[in-house]
């Protein structure tokens, strides 16, 4: 596996900057804290050390490398190109969060902080952070809107069965939006004892950049992965995008070949002719939200709006900035994907293949599906299938039910 | 260019005198009860009105500013209603500096330079963007430097060395926020604050003035000694929600108003 220390940074640049977006639009208060995390960072990713400690756990409790599975009867079924699974749902916790939940905590304990704070949406951030907060022996504080609360419970209880202290967050949209606005404001009140584990490539620099090493081991995997094992790259990445950590940590190792086409998938919602949808790239227009400056939902007076997806992983009005960036240089194609093609979607994968996939997974699979349709049979086309969707099942059942299609 | 003197530099010519600054949201819990409440507030001491405008995610206040923040939003307040309000303020021959508080992000969709020409049109002085530290600010202080406007630069007790190179650059005043956290009243301040203050002072040229967390006129004694001026926000802010029915009915707004005056004569007094 190779170790962190080995990729060249192209962005961001050292303001923290991807061409015009990025930055740390922050209160002075965490100024301090997040230029000695860069620090911090820059240190430890140099340090064989800590880079053979995260190694390490990912492979011994996380469980990497991931699998790349042939999705054979899924392929037969769309006709079309050959469909490969990046396998993060069998990181244990059953995401890809773990793979930077693990790197921000191990960074936290070598700083010398011994309570970490973190913000969810759909839970699966908030379980991995609180997963490695008792591994290494942290305490765990996990921010989550009083709505995503409602729509996962099992996820509320496993983040407290690990020992981690929920608690809600009431304000606004009551979801990720507003969970890591309260995140922000308990971590300027605490910010001398207390990391921040940031879910996703958002929020101030180092975040987005530091996010992205951590996940970046899902494509270098698939990209050794696919080489090994068709002696050839694949010829279309495809991913869901909500934050976009899990897309970013893909595309990342493949943005220099230019053979293959990166493909960013949002929710659309109910739609993108609706007021209800979390197509941020593709409705979006830049502004500044939770440190960075990058797409945003918002009104022409600047007024953050809600976003909406079935999947509480996606509902977030941000996104990363590296990915405005890949959007504004046209190295990435952004499209989006409705909440009722992404419960088809899980369905297909589910019945084809036994695996149930997590909502924000099932964005990326429906895109995947019509662009495989498009494709010859020669072509290979890898979807990063981020989590599982153990968590998800009362809503789809929810949502199948609704729709009298069960 | 402008070439009159900026109000904020007129009003700290003299630092043998402190000054106060209150907070208030601009339409919490309507356009015409902060026009009232400002005059009022004039009346009572206040030097310079610091007014914030609402926004839908207020990532450094605490949870009574939040809630003014949601009441203006409900009536549909902008960055142009803002203007507005210092105009009519203007107008009506009120003499006091006027400092804007807006997040980033609504000043960026207004357009930054538009809306230092406007601060500077409409009669305002100065602006606090709290989530726009110093490595992010240079296109906004230039647009403020052409309008004659300041932009007011925060210093935390975290700064640490960061409080030299803020002081050098600060303009009008220097906005130290006086605990950790969010906005919002606190029964007891840090106890290093004389010292930060202290060393604030000395790394500055302009006059300093402290915020956050101070709402009682014990506590502004406390703080007099070792700064310029005195900010109040959420202490106000509660008065104004407990008293929003009231100040949104015409017949017994001014009796609200009037009690709201008393309390921040108080604090006013308590400064000198």
């Known amino acids: 596996m190779k170790n962190i220390q080995t990729t060249t940074r192209v962005v961001p640049d050292e303001n923290g900057r991807f061409g015009a977006f990025g930055g740390k639009f922050i209160p002075e208060t965490l100024m301090n804290a997040v230029t000695e995390l860069e ?100 305490s765990c504080t996990v921010f989550m809107g009083e709505e995503d609360i409602r729509r996962q419970s099992l996820n509320v209880f496993r983040m407290k069965l690990l020992g981690a202290e929920v608690i809600p967050a009431v304000s606004g949209s009551r979801t990720l939006k507003d969970a890591t606005n309260e995140a922000i404001r308990h971590w300027v009140s605490h910010v001398d004892e207390t990391f921040y584990v940031i879910g996703s490539v958002v929020g101030p620099h180092p975040y987005p950049y530091m996010v992205r090493e951590f996940q970046k081991i899902i494509g270098e995997e ?143 699979i429906a895109e995947a599906i019509k662009r495989a349709k498009e494709m010859s049979s020669d072509k290979i086309l890898v979807i990063c299938l981020s989590g599982r969707g153990d968590k998800d099942v009362l809503t789809i059942q929810e949502a199948l039910t609704a729709e009298g299609g069960e | 260019m402008t070439t009159a003197l900026n109000r904020i530099d007129q009003l700290f010519a003299d630092r043998d005198r402190k000054r106060f600054i209150p907070f208030l949201t601009v339409g919490d819990p309507s356009i015409e009860a902060t026009f009232h409440l400002v005059k009022a507030m004039v009346e009572a001491g206040a030097d310079l009105i610091e007014l914030g405008i609402p926004y839908s995610d207020p990532l450094a206040d605490g949870p009574t500013i939040q809630r003014a923040s949601e009441r203006a939003l409900k009536n549909g307040v902008t960055i142009g209603d803002a203007l507005q309000l210092v105009k009519r303020l203007r107008e009506s021959g009120m003499e006091a500096s006027v400092v804007l508080f807006s997040y980033f992000n609504p000043v960026l969709q207004y357009g930054i330079e538009r809306f230092f020409a406007d601060l500077a049109a409409y009669g305002a002085d100065g602006v606090v963007i709290p989530d726009l530290p110093i490595e992010e600010n240079g296109r906004a202080v230039t647009a403020a430097k052409q309008n004659g406007i300041h932009v007011i630069s925060l210093v935390a007790p975290t700064s640490s060395s960061r409080i030299n190179t803020i002081g050098a650059q600060a303009t009008g005043f220097l906005y130290c926020v006086s605990s950790l956290g969010v906005t919002g009243a606190r029964v007891d301040l840090r106890e290093d604050l004389a010292d930060f203050l202290e060393r604030v002072k000395a790394s500055t040229s302009v006059p300093t003035a402290v915020g956050f967390g101070i709402s009682t006129p014990e506590q502004v004694r406390a703080v007099a000694p070792h700064t310029d001026g005195v900010i109040v926000g959420s202490a106000i802010v509660q008065q104004i929600e407990e008293h929003a029915e009231q100040l949104k009915d015409p017949k017994q707004m001014p009796e609200a108003v009037e009690k709201i005056k008393t309390f921040v004569h108080q604090l006013a007094s308590a400064l000198q």
């Open chain 1, 39 to 138: 620090m911090a960072f820059e240190e430890a990713r140099r340090d064989p050390a800590f880079v053979q400690e995260l190694n390490g756990l990912l492979s011994e409790y996380a469980g990497r490398p991931t699998p790349l599975t042939y999705a054979e009867r899924l392929t037969k079924a769309v006709g079309g190109a050959q469909i490969y699974l990046k396998r993060e749902d069998l990181n244990h916790t059953g995401a890809h969060k773990l793979n930077n939940a693990l790197g921000q905590a191990l960074l936290a304990k070598r700083m010398g902080k011994k309570s970490i704070i973190a913000e969810t949406g759909a839970g699966q951030h908030g379980v991995a952070s609180a997963t490695v907060a008792a591994k290494l022996g942290l």
């Open chain 1, 222 to 364: 698939t990209r050794s992965q696919v080489l090994q094992m068709l002696r050839r790259l694949p010829d279309e990445v495809v991913a869901c995008v909500g934050g976009g950590s899990n897309a970013i940590g893909m595309f990342y190792p493949f943005i220099q070949d230019e053979s293959v086409a990166l493909r960013g998938v949002e929710a659309a919602g109910k739609g993108i002719d609706t007021e209800k949808h979390a197509a941020t790239l593709t409705l979006g227009r830049p502004g500044v939200i939770h440190g960075s400056l990058t797409y945003l939902l918002q009104d022409e007076c600047g007024q953050v709006q809600e976003a909406h997806s079935i999947s509480a992983g996606l509902d977030y009005p941000g996104v990363g900035p590296e990915h405005a960036y890949l959007k504004d240089s046209g190295r990435v194609t952004y499209t989006s994907v409705t909440d009722a093609e992404a419960l088809d979607a899980v369905q297909v994968l589910c019945q084809t293949e036994g695996i149930i996939p997590a909502l924000e997974s099932a964005h990326a």
